[in-house]
Nanobody, 125 residues
Framework: VQLQASGGGLAQVGDSLRLSCAASGLAASSYFMGWFRQAPGKEREFVAA????????TYADSVKGRFTISRDNAKYMVYLQLNSLKPEDTAVYYC???????????????????WGRGTLVTVSS
């Protein structure tokens, strides 16, 4: 099972970026997918998650209204659209997969079984 995040880079305040996560080696459409981020010196934190059918999404309060998670099961891809970027959005962003267990989308890092290598987003003021 491999998850590979990409699309990070250097942005200015107010800019937009689109992160992508490619899943291979698993039935990706059967997993909840999430995005997390980790800023220097801080713990990894939840950003957004999406259900298998894309019907349900959930976001951290800090990104609600600015970030959008989506997925394309046919392409085994998950996306995170980052709009109105702020300096505090600077972090390494990770995608992760959670096998549904009947309790719904999780924001808990320990509930996600598979993790990809992150992609760095730097927002400069």
């Amino acid at each position: 099972v491999q998850l590979q995040a990409s699309g990070g880079g250097l942005a200015q305040v107010g800019d937009s970026l689109r992160l992508s996560c490619a899943a291979s080696g698993l039935a990706a459409s059967s997993y909840f997918m999430g995005w997390f981020r980790q800023a220097p010196g801080k713990e990894r934190e939840f950003v957004a998650a999406i259900s298998t059918s894309s019907i349900i999404t959930t976001y951290a309060d800090s990104v609600k209204g600015r970030f959008t998670i989506s997925r394309d099961n046919a392409k085994y891809m998950v996306y995170l659209q980052l709009n109105s970027l702020k300096p505090e959005d600077t972090a390494v962003y990770y995608c992760a997969a959670d096998r549904p267990s009947g309790v719904g989308l999780s924001s808990n890092v320990y509930d996600y079984e598979y993790w990809g290598r992150g992609t760095l987003v730097t927002v400069s003021s």
